[in-house]
Each structure stands twice: as structure tokens, then as C-alpha cells.
């Protein structure tokens, strides 16, 4: 695998591999299996493999969550070249933000900048869709990977790439999930055994909802998801059943064909999301 730190060195080894389709599978590092089947996916999918890891500054509301977020690299480095990744690209915050990271340009994300992980934590899709365009800008895949584990980023950056006017395609790979059905997220690492026991309640609060959406109305099903995690130990931030497609919050599950129900928590100082199809 071949490890680059600058755009241009990035440009100079992708040359010989730029006829083919090159896939790029963006990450923050701290890797787990989760971005491990990413990559899979884009070495099934595609010719060449890039994947890049940034912790990206611009994307964290919360400052100290940006300074704890766990870092891995030389596991990572190693787990990525057994699963096939051909580059890996490494900047530096300075490579992707020459001009820093003050008075960025606004992205025009509409409604679903307003509800969920967007009211939660303002600013953030303002920093993934300022993190992505560069990446793409700088790597020029024609097929990207992102995981459904994070289902409004993955809207934000399909409406990022219509306003960039991006041919890339983009491919969604489902949320890959410990066997107790928690699902993997690096800051997981954060957990310790007790809180990552406790943690499960999200998985299954998605369930329970999954389980009696036909059966209960959906203010019913929420209070109980809500019960279902604070008995936990868990503090929600928001329990939500959305349209699958427009992420319209749904009063009545009937509404949608293709629902989907969201959580983020906070166990302890540690805030997860997950999510389920319906
Ligand atoms: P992150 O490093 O958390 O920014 O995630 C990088 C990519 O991996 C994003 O597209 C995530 O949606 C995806 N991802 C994270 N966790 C999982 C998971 N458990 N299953 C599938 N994809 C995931």
C-alpha cells in the first residue's frame, strides 16, 4: 500500500491508475470492521483502492469530543493493507485547509441540516461537506463508500455531490454490528466494559421499534425506545422514525413505504448513533 501525505504526491501516484475506476473509502482512522468492509466493497467494486484518514476539525462541534477521538494509525495501516487498500492518503489539517479553518464557504444543505444530527450538533454537516469536497477535490474517484451506521451523512454527502455537480457514484454499505448487535463505531473505544455493555440498549431500542412498528403508534413506540435506553444508563438526545428517503419526521408509520428509525445517545461522555430500516 502505497502511503501519501500531499495532494500532489497523491497525484503523481494515482496517474498510471486514473483510466481505471479508482473507489475512495473516507475515514477519520481508528478502524474497525466496519471500514473494513468498506474497503472490501471498493476492492470488489472498483480497480484501484484509496482510503484516506483525517480527523477533520471543521466536523466537531464539541471540542473535547475532537481532542479524545481515539487514533490507531499503525493498526490501522496494517488492517488496511490486508484488506486489500491500495493508498492510503494522510494529510495534514494545512493540506486540506491552506487558508485555515475560519470563514469557510456554506453549503446549501436545506432541511436536512435542520433536524437530528443536524440541530444536535450545528456546524457538522457544514464541516463533512467542507471535509468531502476536498477530499474529493484531491482524490477524483469515480465511486465512493460510506456506511449506512451514518445514514443522514450519507443524504448530506449525496446532496453534496449534486451540488458539486460530481459525476461519483455513490454506494452506501449497510452498518456492520458486533454480535451482541451494537454497532461498531471507533469511539466505541472510548467505552469501557460496563458503558459498552449498556451501549446494546440503542441496538436494541432499534428493534423493539423494528418489532412493533405494525402493532403501536409511533408517539408509544418512541416513549418506549426512550425507556428502553435510559434504564440503560443512556441519555438521548434524539429518538426519531423518518422517511427513508427525505428523512421527514413520520407521524404515522403508514405514511412512508420505506421508513427508517434513528437514535443518538450519550452514554456517559461518549455520544453513539445508529439507525434501522424499518
Ligand atoms: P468514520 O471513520 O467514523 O468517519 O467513518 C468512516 C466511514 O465508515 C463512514 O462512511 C461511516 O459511515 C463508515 N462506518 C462507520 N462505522 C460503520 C459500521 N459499523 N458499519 C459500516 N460502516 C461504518
Given at each position: 500500500m502505497i502511503i501519501v501525505k500531499t495532494s500532489s504526491a497523491l497525484n503523481r501516484a494515482l496517474l498510471p491508475h486514473k483510466p481505471n475506476p479508482i473507489g475512495f473509502v473516507p475515514t477519520m482512522g481508528a478502524l474497525h470492521n466496519g471500514h473494513i468492509t468498506l474497503i472490501e466493497q471498493a476492492a470488489v467494486n472498483s480497480d484501484f483502492v484509496v482510503c484516506s484518514i483525517f480527523v477533520n476539525p471543521t466536523q466537531f462541534n464539541n471540542?473535547?469530543?475532537?481532542?479524545?477521538?481515539?487514533?490507531?494509525?499503525?493498526?490501522?495501516?496494517?488492517?488496511?493493507?490486508?484488506?486489500?487498500?491500495?493508498?492510503?492518503?494522510?494529510?495534514?489539517?494545512?493540506?486540506?485547509?491552506?487558508?485555515?479553518?475560519?470563514?469557510?464557504?456554506?453549503?446549501?444543505?436545506?432541511?436536512?441540516?435542520?433536524?437530528?444530527?443536524?440541530?444536535?450538533?450545528?456546524?457538522?454537516?457544514?464541516?463533512?461537506?467542507?471535509?468531502?469536497?476536498?477530499?474529493?477535490?484531491?482524490?477524483?474517484?469515480?465511486?465512493?463508500?460510506?456506511g449506512q451506521k451514518d445514514y443522514q451523512q450519507c443524504m448530506v454527502v449525496k446532496r453534496l455531490l449534486e451540488i458539486m455537480k460530481s459525476p461519483v457514484e455513490f454506494i452506501t454499505?449497510?452498518?456492520?454490528?458486533?454480535?451482541?448487535?451494537?454497532?461498531?463505531?471507533?469511539?466505541?473505544?472510548?467505552?469501557?466494559?460496563?458503558?459498552?455493555?449498556?451501549?446494546?440498549?440503542?441496538?436494541?431500542?432499534?428493534t423493539y421499534i423494528k418489532t412493533n412498528l405494525s402493532s403501536k403508534a409511533i408517539g408509544p413506540l418512541k416513549s418506549e425506545a426512550h425507556s428502553i435506553l435510559t434504564a440503560a444508563g443512556l441519555k438521548p438526545d434524539y429518538i426519531e422514525i423518518a422517511d427513508g428517503d427525505d428523512l421527514h419526521l413520520l407521524k404515522d408509520a403508514k405514511d412512508s413505504a420505506k421508513s427508517v428509525a434513528l437514535i443518538a445517545a450519550f452514554m456517559n461522555e461518549v455520544r453513539l448513533i445508529d439507525n434501522m430500516i424499518l
Open positions: 471540542p473535547a469530543d475532537f481532542a479524545k477521538y481515539p487514533i490507531t494509525l499503525e493498526k490501522d495501516i496494517l488492517m488496511l493493507e490486508k484488506a486489500g487498500a491500495d493508498m492510503l492518503f494522510l494529510p495534514l489539517v494545512s493540506e486540506l485547509y491552506p487558508a485555515g479553518i475560519e470563514n469557510l464557504e456554506r453549503y446549501d444543505l436545506g432541511y436536512l441540516e435542520t433536524v437530528m444530527e443536524g440541530s444536535f450538533r450545528p456546524g457538522h454537516f457544514q464541516g463533512v461537506c467542507q471535509v468531502m469536497s476536498r477530499l474529493i477535490r484531491a482524490v477524483g474517484p469515480d465511486k465512493l463508500f460510506m454499505c449497510p452498518t456492520v454490528r458486533e454480535a451482541d448487535g451494537l454497532a461498531m463505531s471507533s469511539r466505541n473505544m472510548r467505552l469501557n466494559a460496563d458503558e459498552r455493555n449498556k451501549a446494546t440498549a440503542i441496538y436494541r431500542a432499534l
